[in-house]
C-alpha cells in the first residue's frame, strides 16, 4: 500500500527519518566547548590569511559542533591582533590565523604581546609565495625586472604587504642576492597591496594565488615568478625564481594559534577536524586551485615547528643586518 505524502502517519515518518538524519550528522561532528568561534586576522580584507580564514569557515561547521566567523583586527602588522588574543579567554572561542608575519613582528617590533604569549594549535597549509605586476607592466620576467632595477637604482618600487610579513623578509634577501636597490613599500595586507600594483605605485607585488584569483582570471596581473623549488602545476608557464637566476625558495605557513593555556578538549577537537576538513572535496578544490599545500601538524609538532622557524628568522635577521645580534 501507498501511503500519501499529506497523510499524517507519511509526515511523521518524514520528520522521524529527518531527525535521525540530523541525529547522525551532529554525532559525525567532532564536539566542543563552545558555541562560536572567532577566526582572526591581522591581515586586511582580501588579504590571504583573510581568504583562507574565510573560505574554511564555510566547510569547518561539517566537522566541528561550532559556528564560525572571521575579525580583522589591524594594526602594528599584527601586534594588535597577538594583543587581543593572549587577552581571550583560553577556552577556544578566538583563535589567531597564524603565518610568518607574528613571529616576525615579535622579534623585529618588540611589542608587548608576542608570539610567545601563544599557542600554537595546528598548522594547516604551506603556501608557495609568487612575484606579479599588473597586466599593462613592461616585465615580462623577474629578470627583466632585475635587469632594469640595476640599470637605472632605486628607480623600481618593490611591494609587500606588512612590515614584519615574509614577503618583506624575501625582499631583503631579494635585494640582497641580486644586488638591486629600490623602496620597499609595505602594506596593511595583500589586498592593499594588489591595489597598488593595479594602480602603478608599486612595479611588481609578492603574494599567494588566492589574494589574486580574480584578477588572474579577469587577466589584470601578470605571474612572472614564483619562490618554489618547482612550477607550480597550476600555472606551469609561470617560470621558477632559480630558473631565472635568482637562488631563491620560500615557503610560507598558514595555521591556527590561541591563548595559553587550551584545554586538551579543544586542541583535540581541532586535531580531529583538521585533517577531516582537508580532505573535503569541495574544500580541497579550492584550496588546490589555489596552490595552498595541504600540510597538517598536530600542536606539539607546530609548537616546535614555530620556536624552530622564530631561530632561524633571528639569525636571518642578524645575518642580513636588519637587528643587531
Known sequence: MTIPLSTPIAAGVVTALLGVASAALAQDKVA????????????????????????????LSKYIDANFIVENIRGGSGAKAMAALAAAEPDGSMLYGTTPTFIN????????????????????????????VRAESPYKTLAEIV????????SKKFGVTTPGSLDRQVMEKFKAITGVE??????????????????????????????LTGQIEAGEVRLIATYTEERLAQFPDVP??????????????????????????????????????????????????SALVAAFMPHEEYEQFINDFAEEQKEFFVTYGITEE
Open 147 to 154: 635587469e632594469a632595477g640595476k640599470a637605472s637604482p632605486n
Open 240 to 289: 621558477t625564481a632559480q630558473e631565472q637566476g635568482i637562488d631563491l625558495v620560500v615557503e610560507k605557513f598558514r595555521g591556527l594559534a590561541g591563548p595559553k593555556d587550551l584545554s586538551d578538549e579543544v586542541l583535540s577537537a581541532w586535531e580531529e577536524a583538521i585533517p577531516r576538513l582537508l580532505e573535503d572535496p569541495e574544500f580541497r578544490e579550492w584550496y588546490g586551485g
Open 182 to 211: 629600490g623602496p620597499v613599500i609595505t602594506h596593511d595586507g595583500g589586498g592593499d597591496l594588489l591595489i597598488n600594483v593595479l594602480n602603478g605605485t608599486v612595479d611588481m607585488g609578492i603574494g599567494e594565488i588566492q589574494e
Open 105 to 132: 613582528t615579535s622579534l623585529l617590533s618588540n611589542p608587548e604581546t608576542t608570539y610567545e604569549d601563544l599557542q600554537p594549535v595546528a598548522n594547516i597549509f604551506l603556501d608557495p609565495q609568487i612575484v606579479y
Open 32 to 59: 566542543y566547548p563552545v558555541d562560536n568561534v572567532t577566526l582572526v586576522t591581522h591581515s586586511s580584507p582580501g588579504g590571504g590569511t583573510d581568504v583562507f580564514l574565510r573560505e574554511m569557515i564555510g566547510h
